[in-house]
């Protein structure tokens, strides 16, 4: 059962359900959940951050459940138990159904098909979640992501965040290489580097501020 306060103050903050049916969620639920309420009352700064990423991230093009088999995937691959029953129950009101929801947490499927359920985009999307963790190690270590042809064939993609003076994420660089030019391996010794430096002087830039504004003013 998901924990929740009947916090009044947060329920303007409530834009975690920005974009999900907000009326029957909050029928349904009615409350802030208790990790919100915990967050804002210890850092309202903090509280606003993670409320303007899922606020520009519904703003996006992705979908309902596009956005929420992301969480659940990602809460997931955290261990997070708290997580997982919150998405998992946010996914019935994106259009998860209890199968989709199963493929998810276990990890097999990145693209939508027409029952619901994922499929891989390409014969070189990475479904396994041992193997999606391994990666999210080596971009911590490395300090760049990378994609080699996941979604298109012959795409390849370095990328690097941009953090705010927290060292929140609020944006990211990245460069896209086709693999008519470059290997992989190319890729992550020429490119890494530069998206490093680029995210880097952004993020200790005035840049940083005007994304944040921007954020606030999306939300407005």
Known sequence: ?????????????????????????????GKV??????VGAHSPDVLASILAI?????????????????NLAVSEAASCDYCV???????QFAG????????????????????????????????DLGRFKDLLEEAYVNGF???????????INISAPI???????VAAVNISAASSRFTLA????ELGPQVIETARAISGSSAVQQLQIMHKFRKT
Do not use: C
């Open 1 to 29: 059962m998901i924990g929740m306060s009947s916090d009044s103050r947060l329920n303007g903050l409530f834009g975690f359900f920005s974009g999900l049916h907000k009326p029957a969620i909050k029928k349904a639920v």
């Open 33 to 38: 959940p208790n990790v919100y309420a915990t």
């Open 54 to 70: 899922e606020d520009t991230i519904g703003k996006s093009s992705l979908s309902k459940s596009d956005i929420e088999t992301v």
């Open 85 to 91: 029953a919150a998405h998992t129950f946010i996914g």
């Open 96 to 127: 998860l159904s209890q199968e989709a929801t199963k493929q998810v947490r276990a990890g097999t499927g990145t693209r939508r098909a027409g029952n619901g359920l994922y499929e891989p985009a390409t014969a070189n999307t990475i479904i």
């Open 145 to 155: 992501a990378w994609a080699d042809s996941e979604y298109y064939n012959g795409d």
């Open 163 to 169: 953090l705010d003076p927290k060292g929140t994420p």
């Open 186 to 189: 190319q890729a992550k010794t």
